[in-house]
């Protein structure tokens, strides 16, 4: 208990003293929820469905499972959230799995391009 209590003055030290920090992490975080959703639209436009409001916030939530839950790498988590999401969502399960494989398709992808330019830079290939 004691630990919490220095816990909380601690926090609340901070934001008093450091509200800007506090502020511009919200933001940024704030920033990059709306981006991760811009990208469940538009994976959702290029799969051939009008991307709805509910059907994004509902495959964000559900692909958000692991971020929230202490799961082993999430692996599957993501992909059934967002099965769950989209089916509940009224878009299909499928579509959700595809928008999940589609998204990690690319995070593959642009990891690949990092590491062949490191290697390439590093070794001077």
Known sequence: AEEIGAFDRVLKEFLNRK????LAAFFLSAV???WEAIQIALVLRFLGLPPQILS???LYL???IPHVL???AGIGFVETGAALAGAYAGIGGAIGLTTTLVLRL???STLLVGFLLFIKNHFRL
């Open 106 to 108: 690319r995070d593959i």
């Open 70 to 72: 202490p799961v082993p």
């Open 19 to 22: 509200r800007g920090f506090f």
């Open 56 to 58: 994004v916030i509902l």
């Open 62 to 64: 559900g692909m958000g």
């Open 32 to 34: 990059g929820a709306l």
